[in-house]
C-alpha cells in the first residue's frame, strides 16, 4: 500500500494505491487524523480509485477520518472509489455516510 | 492446507491464495472477492483478538470442496477451516455491531457472514475452528 499527499486549492488529497489492510491501515489512519486534527486542514481527500483491496480495519480509518472531521467543522470527502472499495462500502451501508465524488475535479467544485 | 504464522504481514499471501482458489473453482468474481474478504478478516480476528496481536503463533487453513442437496440438486462449493491455538472465543461477541451505527470497528464479522452462507465457530480442545463454506451459484437450465 502506498499512500501519496498533496496539496491544491487548500485541499490535501491523499492518493492511495494497493491494498489496505490489518497491516498497513494504521498508516491511512494516522496519515488522515494528522492532518485533519494536527494540520487543521477544511477539506481533507482520499482518492481510493488504485486501491484493490480494503478491509473492514481500512475502512475503520475511514469513519475515524470522517468522524474527527465533523467534529471539527472541516470536510472529509471520497474519490474515485474503485470496484471492491466501493462494494465493501456498500455492504458496510456507508456509501449514504460518506460525501463521495467520482472525480477529484468534481470534489474540489463542490 | 495453509499453515502461516499470525504476522498480518502475510495476510496479502493469504488473500492471494484464496483469490486464485475460488477463481479456479468458478466462482463469479464478485464472489472470489468477496470469499477472500471473508478470509482476511477471519484471519484478522484471530491475529487481533485469539493472539492479542503477536506474530509468531500459528494458524492452520484447510480447504476442500463441499456438496449438498438443496432443491433435489446437488450443490458444490468449497468448505475453509480457518484453526488457531489462542483464546478461547466468547460467542457471545460474535454478533457484530448494528450497521446503522456509524463507528469504526465491528464490520468483519458482517462482512464475513455477508459473504459466506455457512459460518460456525467451535472450540475442540485446546484449538478455536472457524467452518466457512460458499456453494457456487446454480447455473440454470431454462429456457
Known sequence: MRILAR?????????VSGDIDFANSPEVRQSVLREIRDNRTSRVVVNLSQVHYID?????????GLKASRDLGSRFI???????????????????VFEIYDNEEEALAS | MLALYSNPGLLSVVRGAVERLTETM?????????????????VTNIVRHSYGN????????YFRRAQRREHGE???????????????????KLRGRPLEEVRPGGLGLHLIRQA???????RKGLTNQLRLVKYLPQ????P
Open chain 1, 7 to 15: 496539496r491544491r486549492d487548500k485541499t490535501t488529497i491523499f492518493d
Open chain 2, 54 to 61: 503477536r506474530l509468531d503463533q500459528p494458524i492452520a487453513m
Open chain 2, 26 to 42: 468458478g466462482f463469479p468474481a464478485v464472489q472470489c472477492r468477496s470469499i477472500t474478504r471473508a478470509v482476511d478478516e477471519a
Open chain 1, 78 to 96: 471520497l474519490i474515485g472509489l474503485s470496484a471492491p472499495a466501493r462494494e465493501v462500502l456498500q455492504l458496510s451501508r456507508l456509501t449514504k
Open chain 2, 74 to 92: 446437488i450443490e458444490h462449493g468449497l468448505e475453509i477451516l480457518v484453526c488457531d491455538r489462542g483464546l478461547a472465543i466468547d460467542t457471545n
Open chain 2, 139 to 142: 447455473i440454470s437450465n431454462a
Open chain 1, 56 to 64: 473492514s480495519s481500512g475502512v475503520a480509518s475511514l469513519i475515524e
Open chain 2, 116 to 122: 459466506m452462507d455457512t459460518v460456525e465457530f467451535t
